[in-house]
């Protein structure tokens, strides 16, 4: 027996975060099957204090009954939060917290490499080499768009968007137009050079590439429909590092298909791990399996800061990052 909290990660960490973690907490883990099964989910909230679920966890309603529960709080592994609901969580006073901050340059070098990716053929000049179709170099082959200079726009100007316009701005001289539901500061604007559009079809229709950073769910899903894909250029990419459902995926393979726009770097999908077929057939896209974060410093920082949150928690201190 311990007098330390009980915590149950729904899926395993990096080896560090979780030694960090069993220094604090009588810790176990669900090591499968993933997404861990309802069952088990009801059995936890009567047998831990404390769970630390990811964005693949699918919630009971029994969560939010904190009175019944022996579970009081989430520590939730990922910034995004989409996957909980937040309202119930705070009538129930359950406690949430997140992990911003530590994934923000991961995800935007993630959302730079998948922009690379798809202007400049790096995934599908892989593909041709292994499917044993190169031929030797020629002028016309495989040829991309051109990055440096182009008109970067995004949607949704917080931590991760910034790190973006600061790739763009500073690495690639990419003038950058955004949508920001709230006024960003005009110093930190005027640092990046970017500029703030009052609306999300003003920055589709000045933009050669268009990067999501805002969060999933609520009123984001479906932003990007199909009206606003024909909002943008059709020599135009679409990157989505953000949440799958921003985006009608339906409509987004349609105009890739069509050709209304030029391509996309996909990260995330609506319904993870199912990817709407005709995107797995389709040339001008580029798929990664939610990598944004996924890199050993950046997980083990994000199992680091959800223990952050726990122990301040347990200590009945403040969540440094309490969402709920
Ligand atoms: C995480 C992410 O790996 O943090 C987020 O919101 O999208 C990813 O980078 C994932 O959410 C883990 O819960």
Known sequence: MTDKPRI?????????????????????VH?????????????????????????IDRLPPQAYETVQNRTKVLGNFGVGYNHIDIAAAKSGGLG????????????ADQAMGLLLAAARGISRGDWHIRAGEWRGWNPIDLLGTHVTGATLGIIGFGRIGQAMAKRAHFGFDMPVVFHNRSRIDPKVTAALG????????????????????????????HLINATRLAAMKPTAFLINTARGDVVDETAMAEALRTG????????????????????????????NPHLGSATEATRTEMGLLVMANLQAFFKGDPMPNAVA
């Open 8 to 28: 149950l990660l729904t899926t395993p960490w990096p080896r560090r975060a979780i030694e960090a973690m069993r220094e604090h907490f009588d810790l176990d």
């Open 31 to 55: 090591e499968g099957p993933l997404p861990m099964p309802e069952d088990r989910w009801l059995d936890a909230l009567q047998a831990y204090d404390g769970i630390a679920p990811t964005v």
């Open 96 to 107: 949430v917290s997140n992990t911003p901050g530590v994934l923000t340059d991961a995800t």
């Open 194 to 221: 970017a500029r703030q559009l009052d609306s999300i079809e003003a920055v589709l229709g000045a933009s050669d590439f268009v990067s999501l950073h805002c969060p999933g769910g609520g009123e984001n899903r």
């Open 260 to 287: 209304q726009i030029a391509g996309a770097g996909l990260d995330v999908f609506e319904d993870e791990p199912k990817v709407h077929p005709d995107l797995t057939s389709l040339k001008n896209c580029v798929l």
